[in-house]
């Protein structure tokens, strides 16, 4: 049986030129999510900014659990509007990627701590929606780097974790977890003795998926 591989999807399906919060896509997020407490809690932009500040060190960069939890506003009416943007805007394109996933063909699933709107146009935006078996958000409260967000992919597809490769850019999110499981992992990226396997970009993951 071949096995199942694991993609995260911001920084391994795509490249980012700078960490998540310096990226052009980090602070739109941001500036929406502070316009989406502004209008919500009908305060000024200072306002919300100190109350988004407030909320992303309280919960730990968790900002929808943060928001549902202390002022009771829907994660998924913040997802809808928050993470509403066309990723043409903040993407590179690749024309190789559909036929590198094409050419790959292990069980392919994403693992992502972004919700299920940015997940899909992200997608559909490389041509990607029929690649991948299921899709895996940040929308639930278990979220990467919780290792119990690999282990319901585990229980889903009832493998071992021996099965499962997990394939991302951060150390902290897609190598540590998955190890922690028995997972075998592959680093998108700067090398890193911590990961199995390191690629310096995502084209190359044909060739370590025939080695494995």
């Not at 850019?169 to 003795?193: C, F, R, S, W, Y």
């Not at 390191?198 to 370590?208: D, L, M, N, Y």
Request: aromatic share 8%; net charge positive; hydrophobic share 40%.
């Amino acid at each position: 049986m071949k096995p199942i591989l694991i993609f995260d999807l911001d920084g391994t399906i795509y490249p980012l030129s700078q960490p998540w919060a310096q990226s052009p896509l980090g602070k739109a997020i941001r500036e929406n999510s502070i316009a989406f407490l502004s209008n919500q809690l009908k305060i000024p932009q200072k306002k919300a900014n100190e109350a988004y500040e407030t909320v992303n060190q309280k919960y730990q960069g968790e900002i929808s659990i943060g928001i549902e939890k202390k002022y009771g506003i829907s994660r998924h009416a913040f997802f809808e509007k928050v993470w509403n943007i066309e990723p043409k805007q903040f993407l590179p394109p690749n024309a190789n990627l559909q036929n590198l996933f094409k050419a790959i063909p292990n069980k392919k699933i994403i693992l992502t701590a972004a919700p299920l709107i940015w997940a899909e146009r992200v997608l559909a935006f490389y041509q990607l929606q029929d690649a991948f078996s299921s899709v895996y958000t940040g929308e639930p409260d278990i979220r990467k780097p919780n290792a119990q967000a690999f282990g319901q992919i585990i229980s889903n597809e009832n493998v071992s974790a021996k099965a499962l490769i997990s394939i991302g850019d951060q150390i902290e999110t897609d190598i540590i977890p998955a190890k922690k499981l028995g997972m075998k992992t592959v680093l998108v990226g700067k090398p890193n003795p911590m990961a199995d396997y390191c690629i310096s970009r995502i084209e190359e993951i044909e060739k370590v998926v025939q080695i494995l």
